[in-house]
């Protein structure tokens, strides 16, 4: 028997909400499989641990959201009870792991931009926004220095991890201008001072990413041709597998807790 | 003969006392006070109300928390207790007690930097073994047995330890 998907009144402060809480569960559960496949035990720690950090941010926007939109739908009601047009995360996070380098250059292109997100959001005039914005902003810290340090290792390491780690840059690329995008709900908010504008983070983003890659001997593409729509509900057939097992449980029993 | 605010502050005291025992699943040897975890306890109508913080965003451990503080005041005679949790201010490591620090350390675990600064969220300041106080010691793993730690070795006495992360 399936659940039926519930509907979210998407006011721009929900969607907000909704779209970075998206963000983090789906690059969340994305790390999560690496639980007990990682190339060694402290990296096994490390992936469960981020991927720990990502689902409590996402969990507190859920909540949020919830609260915002004042109907019955809680945090897990958001998280596993809607249809995948509803997703509103970047296509980056829902991005196969692939190997190892796919999986850190994933995660580097989005905590580098987190950490500055995170840090520049400690301002808004939401105060429960801003509150999540300083705990995200240390969490998105340790989470860019680790996958800086691996991105090092692995651009500056041997000739197949170099190889590997660049095939990654490059085919990830395309998926890094949607962090900059911001549709007129979201300008909305960014002129009440609720929200930044991420485009405004761009330049710093792109200097990150540059000196880790200048030591990593690896090389930023030049292309500016970019993917989008997973802000809009327009995802991957990646995300319809991921969901199919995030959901799973929910599905099969509903309104199942621990 | 007690008068009403009297009452009412040792009322109160109780109440923190109750709350404040909880211990923190994951490292029994701290309080939720310790921590600075436990914000405030007020009186609403006829029941009390506990404000905690979360630490981490992922910290399994509130949920718990949660359970207990309610568990403690009930023992304690308070009927219905609530807890709530506060986002705002934000909970960092410079929150918790010199006790706690020193409650940490005595367990083995090489207790955050007071100043969870940038540079100390980023390890450039020495953390000192908490077996012999040597502060040649290096960094093993940015992430540990829970999201709250990391580990790290002494050079001097050759034995890994647990550092809580700044925060
Ligand atoms: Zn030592």
Known sequence: ?258 | MVSVLDRDSELRRRAWDAAASVVDPEIPVLTIADLGVLRDVVFAGDHVEVAITPTYSGCPAMNMISLEIEVALERAGFRRPKVRTVLSPAWTTDWMTEEGRQKLRAYGIAPPQASSSRRALFGEQAVACPQCGSENTELLSEFGSTSCKALWRCKSCREPFDYFKCH
């Not at chain 1, 945090?75 to 196969?96: C, F, G, H, S, T």
């Not at chain 1, 692995?154 to 990830?172: K, N, P």
């Not at chain 1, 900059?180 to 990150?208: C, K, M």
């Open chain 1, 1 to 258: 028997m399936a659940t039926a998907n519930i509907q979210v009144s998407e006011t721009p402060l929900v969607l907000y909400a909704l779209r970075r809480a998206d963000d983090a569960l789906i690059l969340g559960h994305r790390l999560s499989e690496w639980c007990g496949h990682a190339p060694m035990l402290e990296e096994d720690m490390a992936l469960s641990n981020i991927a720990l950090d990502l689902i409590g941010q996402a969990r507190e926007l859920y909540t949020y959201a919830s609260k915002v939109e004042g109907k019955d739908n809680d945090e897990d009601k958001l998280a596993y009870l809607r249809d995948i047009r509803q997703y509103r995360n970047l296509l980056l996070v829902e991005q196969p792991n692939g190997d190892f380098a796919q999986t850190l250059v994933r995660q580097f292109f989005y905590s580098a931009f987190a950490d500055l997100y995170w840090r520049a959001m400690m301002n808004s005039r939401d105060t429960t926004l801003a509150a999540i914005a300083a705990k995200s902003e240390k969490e998105s810290a340790y989470h860019l220095r680790h996958a800086s340090e691996w991105l090092i290792r692995l651009g500056d390491g041997t000739d197949e991890s170099h190889a590997r780690a660049q095939a990654a840059i490059d085919h990830l690329w395309a998926f890094t201008g949607e962090m900059f995008a911001v549709d007129d709900g979201e300008r909305a908010l960014i002129h009440a001072g609720i929200a930044i504008d991420p485009g405004t983070l761009r330049g710093r983003w792109l200097q990150t990413l540059s000196n880790v890659a200048s030591e990593a001997t690896l090389v930023l593409p030049e292309n500016d041709w970019m993917q989008q729509g997973g802000r809009t509900g327009r995802h991957s057939e990646h995300l319809g597998h991921l969901l199919s097992e995030l959901q799973s449980m929910q599905r099969t029993f509903p309104g199942l807790t621990w």
